[in-house]
């Protein structure tokens, strides 16, 4: 009896007190409501969102700031403008941590204008990736690619000149991206040969006959060499070169 007489006082001690019976182990997924944390207090009138739930936006990495930055000396001074000490600055590191992610300043010059080719690579990767007829592609890809790089050149020369300096040195940026040109214009040509519009027999001189044919209008050293040229008559040629690798294809006349 006695025992049942100290349960029954705990029991009104509990209730008296209010505090729930805590579990002994076993069931986590039973807590007291006062252990757990509290609620958010409600918006005040006028209160962005973003500030109760604490979502800013997650700080640029540092390789993406130091890329802005150089992006933005590029534009205003030019290749020759552009030191490393300045944009570590700019940055808040020393120019010893900015080697860390980019080991010189072409490399650093390379990577601004290496953003604006995968912009270029994605539209062209579009077309050939598109359900049009394969002779189509070739012109829309060659079209794509001199227009993107002469509209550059009249808009942002200086980010021009990188990709045009990098093309003549053979530097890492303009080699991948000749690799990845190479890869658009060969799926474009297989597609073309085993749908029966080209003719052609041999793939691999197929390939490099566009690019010869088209190098005026697609090499950024040519592009800049015929950059007083009206855009009209760099138009009307163009066309007539595509015309011709077209119909080269069509007959198989390599």
Do not use: C
Not at 12 to 27: C, I, K, M, S
Not at 88 to 102: D, I, K, L, P, Q
Not at 171 to 195: K, N, Q, T, Y
Request: glycine share 6%; aromatic share 4%.
């Amino acid at each position: 009896m006695r025992g049942r007489d100290d349960l029954q006082a705990s029991v009104r001690a509990l209730a008296e007190n209010d505090v729930a019976p805590r579990p002994t182990g076993g069931d986590d997924l039973h807590h007291d409501p006062r252990d757990m944390p509290p609620a958010p207090k409600p918006l005040r009138p006028g209160q962005p969102l973003r500030t109760s739930l604490r979502t800013r936006a997650a700080p640029a990495s540092a390789d993406m700031r130091i890329l802005a930055i150089a992006a933005d000396h590029l534009a205003r001074l030019g290749p020759r403008g552009v030191t490393v000490v300045a944009v570590a600055a700019e940055a808040g590191m020393t120019h010893a941590n900015v080697y860390r992610y980019f080991p010189s300043k072409d490399t650093l010059l390379d990577a601004v204008a290496g953003r604006w080719l995968r912009t270029v690579e994605a539209e062209l990767a579009r077309i050939a990736d598109a359900p049009d007829p394969a002779d189509d592609k070739i012109e829309r890809l060659l079209t794509a690619l001199a227009t993107a790089q002469r509209e550059t050149l009249a808009g942002e020369p200086n980010l021009f000149a990188v990709h045009r300096d990098a093309a003549i040195a053979a530097r890492p940026i303009a080699r991948r991206h000749r690799v990845r040109l190479r890869s658009l214009v060969e799926r474009v040509v297989e597609e073309g040969i085993g749908a029966g519009t080209f003719l052609i027999r041999d793939r691999e001189r197929a390939i490099a006959y566009i690019f010869d044919a088209s190098y005026r209008f697609t090499h950024p050293a040519a592009i800049q060499h015929d950059a007083e040229l009206p855009s009209d008559i760099v138009k009307a040629r163009l066309s007539g070169v595509i015309h011709g690798i077209q119909k080269v294809l069509r007959t198989g006349a390599l």
